[in-house]
């Protein structure tokens, strides 16, 4: 039987249940197949696949989800600055993990990097909204998001890798604050009776205010603090900055594994030795901080934990008044950059 | 006057006129300021998009789109497999320039992660084409797409990170045996005698043949040519057996970043020294090429041209039988991995 038989004529549009028939299968197969729900064999699927090119066949999405007003996917806007959301593993290791759980729901997820201003993020969330996507997750930029022009949109949304929760915001983010406390802590427990911080010198950020209570709980000289951005250039220059100290910190705390990258290559260059001469401990724990030389101990962020949450939180989408902030606590991943732990 | 006297009442929605009207702006303003197209000044934008929200104004994407055919928008389909494709900083910095050049044109971009297999790359062109989403932009994972059809399924495509160009395919891609050529040829240029190979070992990968008919063309000794998937463990466990051998390469050439990410490690770990002892000289040039130690000499593949003119072949589409493959000429970025560079 010819291809060109089998089709409906031009003057009619193939249907799911044309495609049906001629794959030998139920509608619900058709639609499983093409848009997720339920697994199909991957025999079938392509059985499937092959009945829909043959007949051109077009769901029109728009059409349903303007009927059913959903689309099954959910958006991720990530905020792009200067510096490239993708070029920070952190971002990217999260965006990986809730594209896993999303898929794990049967949702799709599209991820779009945005501009960290309100303007652009409120515009980008009415075009997800207007494609009658499930549900946003946003990862702020700087600055706080207004949340009552976000809600008047109408979409539900959470925020990610949130540093301050907001009444009334759904958020998600990790213990920042004892994540801190545990680096600073196992620095001091190598003996090392002085510490400095690296990144964003600043009483309201919890890295900082961590690792300044731990050095004054625990009666430790705080080292220098060396301002930072979040990336690696920046944690280049203020590794040059401690590489040329008359007396150099013996421990720092990096506020982010892109700094601790940047001051690794300083010292380096330098050569001060890491841990010999300095020893580092990190925040983040992303891929990268694995393969560094040396490896760097580093507090992991909970992210599979996180992401599994956020799809969560944002399928099952609570009243406002119940909206709140949920914080994941870390682990402290040893590695060599801390130096060397003998067995006690 | 309040908010309230303000809104149409419940029985009408209210309409891209009355959000016009409220900002005192034009309908085409309007238009900007949700859609993008032309730039709309900050202060203004705001008033829009208070508007906007003071008026519940939803401008139905869905019910435009159905219409006009076209969402402003590129869909970007990346392969997800037991490697996470954002694992790699290659893909993450290409999809970044990818969005930025989509941006430049007024295009949102969606990126969806996604198995590479042949009918999860349909069953997402399906999806994408029925959102009204203007072209796609595929970057196969392993295996090649039957390009009849996902022609069939009648989006725009066309295809990223391309090694075998096919008749009939529009395509992107960089020149990889004539970026082998370059890497091998500097590392002899050193006064290597013998080069080695960490990658795929495969006649047909343009990798393995630019080194190995360059060595075959200078007269050097072809060094041992070790297997590598694309990734850290992979380039991890080829070092361990470049530093087990009895008389090591001097000079290995690794096909990708992380490949020689892991090669580095590894050889660290032994008390290889790089590049004293071994160098190096890796493939991609991504931004973690840049701060690994030593700092990776690398091809650096011209990821921003490549993803303009994607972007840009995409959008000026083609007739079929005018469709090619565009190769794009790589640059060797020297860094300190491949040995000291004295002046002639």
Chains 1, 2 share one sequence.
Not at 194 to 219: K, M, N, S
Request: hydrophobic share 40%; charged share 25%; aromatic share 6%.
């Amino acid at each position: 039987m010819g291809m060109r038989e089998a089709a409906p004529g031009p003057q009619r549009r193939a249907t799911r249940a044309d495609v049906a028939r001629r794959a030998g299968v139920s509608d619900a197969v058709v639609t499983y197949t093409l848009n997720g729900g339920a697994p199909v064999a991957r025999a079938t699927a392509e059985r499937v696949l092959q009945a829909v090119a043959d007949l051109g066949y077009q769901p029109n999405q728009a059409a349903r989800a303007l009927k059913s007003g959903s689309a099954h996917t959910l958006g991720l806007i990530l905020p792009d600055g200067p510096d490239p959301v993708f070029e920070n593993p952190f971002f990217t290791e999260f965006a990986n993990a809730v594209e896993a759980a999303a898929r794990r729901r049967g949702y799709a997820l599209y991820m779009t990097p945005t501009p960290p201003d309100q303007t652009s993020v409120v515009t980008r969330l009415n075009d997800f909204a207007t494609r009658q996507v499930d549900g946003v997750l946003v990862v702020p930029g700087e600055g706080s998001l207004d949340p009552d022009v976000l809600d008047r949109i109408g979409i539900p949304w959470l925020q990610l890798n949130t540093v301050h929760e907001q009444v009334g915001v759904d958020s998600i983010g990790a213990d920042l604050l004892g994540g801190a406390v545990l680096a600073t802590e196992h620095l001091i427990a190598h003996g090392h009776r002085q510490v400095a911080f690296v990144g964003e010198i600043d009483e309201r950020e919890p890295r900082y205010r961590g690792w300044l209570a731990t050095c004054e709980r625990l009666g430790v000289e705080r080292g220098p603090a060396l301002p930072s951005e979040y990336n690696r250039q920046s944690g280049y220059a203020a590794g040059l900055e401690i590489a040329a100290m008359d007396r150099p910190p013996a421990a720092v705390f990096a506020a982010s594994d892109l700094i601790a990258l940047g001051v690794l290559r300083a010292l380096h260059e330098r050569g001060v030795s890491v841990p010999d001469d300095v020893a580092l401990v990190s925040f983040d724990g992303s891929w990268e901080a694995e393969y560094s030389w040396p490896a760097l101990t580093s507090v992991r962020q909970p992210i599979e934990e996180m992401a599994e949450a956020s799809v969560a939180a944002i399928l099952d989408r609570t009243a406002p008044d119940e909206r709140r902030h949920r914080m994941f606590r870390g682990e402290l991943v040893l590695r060599a950059s801390c130096g060397v732990h003998r067995p006690a």
